[in-house]
Antibody, heavy 112, light 105 residues
């Protein structure tokens, strides 16, 4: 069955770079796009970016200068990297396939 | 495209008919989805392409709308429907609305 799972550090220091991995199973990254979405504690959802099935990427314009999404199709993994982290980047980070399948989310706290 | 949901907080009773609104800053061309999110859980897709019910979602949920204005209706509120609801457009980029929190009156 389709599954997605996010992994990465739970704590990141301010000004540092966040690296997250979304490991998928039950489908091929060459057939489906994967999106990243985040949610600050107690707040709403924010779409961050997309890795399309053909390898094309598209980013939220508000994050574009800091964000990079890549993939390794052989490992069924999609990667998110975001630099210059600030406290307002503290959030649960989700990966999702088409909005119908979601990972459990991973909480990232930005703090010294 | 920006999405504005109203109201931000809605109090209702079990059995009520509930209507949530989502308005886009420009034409969404029916590429509008609705999500339900309960505390501590990932969002769940309810409706896609304005009015298509996702597999496994109860038929008391329905969607409608066109152009810039869209609606999610729950025909008879169940206690398990208490959650926050988000609309989401995928016509021009991807954007979430700010959410409507549905609570028990």
């Amino acid at each position: 069955q389709v599954q997605l799972k996010e992994s990465g550090p739970g704590l990141v220091q301010p000004s540092q770079t966040l690296s997250l991995t979304c490991t998928v199973s039950g489908f091929s990254l060459m057939d489906y796009s994967v999106h990243w979405v985040r949610q600050p504690p107690g707040k709403g959802l924010e779409w961050m970016g997309r890795m399309k099935y053909d390898g094309d990427t598209y980013y939220n314009s508000a994050l574009k200068s800091r964000l990079s999404i890549s993939r390794d199709t052989s490992k069924s993994q999609v990667f998110l990297k975001m630099n210059s982290l600030q406290t307002e980047d503290t959030a649960i980070y989700y990966c999702t396939r088409g909005g119908a399948y979601w990972g459990q989310g991973t909480l990232v706290t930005v703090s010294s | 495209i920006q999405l504005t949901q109203s109201p931000s907080l809605l109090s209702a009773s079990v059995g009520d008919r509930v209507t949530l609104s989502c308005k886009g800053s420009q034409n969404i061309n029916n590429y509008l989805a609705w999500y339900q999110q309960k505390l501590g859980e990932a969002p769940k897709l309810l409706i896609y392409k304005t009015n298509s019910l996702q597999t496994g979602i109860p038929s008391r949920f329905s969607g409608s709308g066109s152009g810039t204005d869209y609606t999610l209706t729950i025909s008879s509120l169940h206690s398990e429907d208490l959650a926050t609801y988000y609309c989401y457009q995928y016509n021009n980029g991807w954007t979430f609305g700010g959410g409507t929190k549905l609570e028990l009156k």
